[in-house]
């Protein structure tokens, strides 16, 4: 299924995108998309008969503002130098573990939500990247197949990161990726029974229209179902968790000076084959 939630920002419904590309409501049927309902066999159920009745009223889309596809999100995982084309674009050697940070959950907005470049900023920088979504609470997990049947669905996430602040003010990496709007989610959290190999995905993005990034997650060093046992040897991961996987290469940061970052006006646009498209026009904060 495609589950996503419409509606202004903090006043989203949700919604369900039918398999003939038609915007149904599911207000009727479940509260939000959330933690609740993807730890909820029983009411996934009933959403996919549902959906497959043909019975659920449908949505006019025209001005209709997609927001991010999952709510009250308990907290963003994520995975830096993930990829072994951007560790060697970076200068980076491939990391022995996972490189793990945090961004806030208020850094998430939807997938075509304005992007703010933050005060005083010169090195804002693009990232797209798989996002996996929690269904079951992983604790201590023993095995990278156990880390997968925990996963309830995909989505493409925009890691917007600031790179001075993440590497040059003596610090960790969360300064420069926890600025307000610095994770454009969605447009819809794909089920994980239509994505049968996480490892297979095309993923690229474009700034102004020209190609940037151009990669695919068989190129990732640590595989979802392997970051998802890592993380719950360090820490629990509950449904509605987010865990973003990492970027592959094409970043401003891995290009010759002058580095091209993002500057007001710029517009980036992201997709993962399967998982949908994002458009954000970024602007100053």
Request: glycine share 12%.
């Amino acid at each position: 299924m495609k589950l996503l939630r419409v509606g202004t920002a903090g006043a989203e419904r949700p919604a369900l995108l039918d398999a003939g590309g038609t915007l149904r409501d599911l207000s009727g049927l479940v509260a939000d998309i959330d933690g609740a309902l993807l730890a909820d066999g029983t009411a996934l159920d009933r959403v996919r008969a549902a959906a497959e009745s043909g019975a659920l009223p449908a949505l006019d889309p025209a001005g209709l503002r997609i927001g991010p596809p999952l709510g009250r999100i308990g907290k963003v995982v994520c995975i830096g130098l993930n990829y072994h084309d951007h560790a060697r674009e970076t200068g980076a050697e491939a990391p022995s573990e996972p490189v793990v940070f945090l961004k806030a959950p208020d850094t998430v907005v939807g997938p075509h939500d304005t992007v703010l470049i933050p005060r005083g900023s010169v090195k804002t920088d693009w990232e797209v990247e798989l996002a996996v979504v929690i269904g079951r609470t992983a604790r201590c997990l023993d095995s990278a197949e156990e880390g997968l049947a925990h996963v309830a669905g995909y989505a493409v996430a925009h890691d917007v990161s600031e790179r001075e602040f993440q590497l040059e003010r003596g610090g960790t990496w969360d300064k420069g990726k926890n600025c307000e709007t610095f994770n454009p989610l969605g447009p819809w959290l794909v089920t994980a029974d239509e994505v049968p190999d996480p490892q297979r995905l095309p993923l690229r993005l474009w700034v102004n229209g020209e190609l940037k990034q151009d990669g695919t997650t068989a190129d990732q060093i640590f595989p979802v179902g392997e970051v998802v046992r890592y993380l719950s040897r360090f820490m629990t991961l509950y449904p509605g968790d987010v865990v973003n996987t990492g970027t592959p290469a094409g970043v401003a940061m891995g290009r010759p000076e002058p580095k091209p970052y993002l500057r007001a006006g710029d517009v980036v646009e992201l997709e993962i084959e399967g998982l949908g498209r994002q458009r954000q026009e970024l602007k100053d904060a």
